[in-house]
């Protein structure tokens, strides 16, 4: 079955350790994206890709780091430099960018980092 | 950029009632996704409304775009227990991804 897959579910960092959360998805997708989530905060983009070896920064992308060298992989690194990285990490992926690409948007189901 | 407020925050109703979460954006409304959110899991789509007055139904869920109010509103008929998560509602906003509102807390209650 195509889908989005997320891994780990939980994470737990050391302060001052970089991380990597994976996310891959076998549904052909060009577009993939990174959203963070707090409580209370809704869905805030990180960085995006809608190709493969290019990517944008979203919104809050200080302290984060991708890579999109397969179109199937979109592996989100958390620094040292995040500030507050605890948080719930959500990857994405649609057809493309635009507006007939998210009706078909899938999401993963998250990875919900902690640091310690 | 674009905004979008949810309101209310969070809800409690007791099961069987009707309710309604509200979805109101910053700027002229393309395309207004609803989603659901089972808490620490992945989102759900529900529904995308793209016109005004658009009118779309799922099960006892329905939704709503009033375009010149530059709104949206999920209605949900006869809660039942299933019906509870979070509902985010999310907006196109031209060549980038969605933008999200902040969501809604929905907890039904017996």
């Known amino acids: 079955d195509g889908g989005i897959t997320q891994s780990p579910k939980y994470l737990f960092r050391k302060e001052g350790q970089n991380v990597t959360l994976s996310c891959e998805q076998n549904?052909?997708?060009?577009?993939m994206y990174w959203y963070r989530q707090d409580p209370g905060q809704g869905l805030r983009l990180i960085y995006y890709?809608?190709?493969?070896?290019?990517?944008q920064k979203g919104d809050i992308a200080e302290g984060y780091s991708v890579s999109r060298e397969k179109k199937e992989s979109f592996p989100l690194t958390v620094t040292s430099a995040q500030k507050n990285p605890t948080a719930f990490y959500l990857c994405a992926s649609s057809i493309d960018l635009y507006r007939s690409g998210w009706t078909e948007a899938f999401f993963g189901q998250g990875t919900r980092l902690t640091v310690v | 950029s674009q905004e979008l407020e949810q309101s209310p925050q969070s809800l409690i109703v007791q099961e069987g009632k009707n309710l309604t979460i509200n979805c109101t954006s910053s700027?002229?409304?393309?395309?207004l996704y609803w989603y659901k959110q089972k808490y620490g899991e992945g989102l759900i789509f529900l529904m995308m409304?793209?016109?005004?007055?658009e009118e779309k139904s799922h099960e006892k869920i329905t939704a709503k775009l009033d375009e010149k109010k530059q709104q949206s509103s999920l209605h949900i008929t006869a809660s039942q227990p299933s019906h509870a998560g979070i509902y985010l509602c999310?907006?196109?906003?031209?060549?980038?991804?969605?933008?999200f509102g902040k969501g809604t807390r929905l907890s039904v209650i017996a």
């Open positions: 700027k002229t409304l393309y395309g």
């Open positions: 890709s809608q190709i493969v070896n290019d990517f």
């Open positions: 549904l052909n997708h060009d577009a």
């Open positions: 409304l793209q016109k005004g007055g």
């Open positions: 999310g907006a196109e906003t031209g060549n980038t991804p969605l933008v």
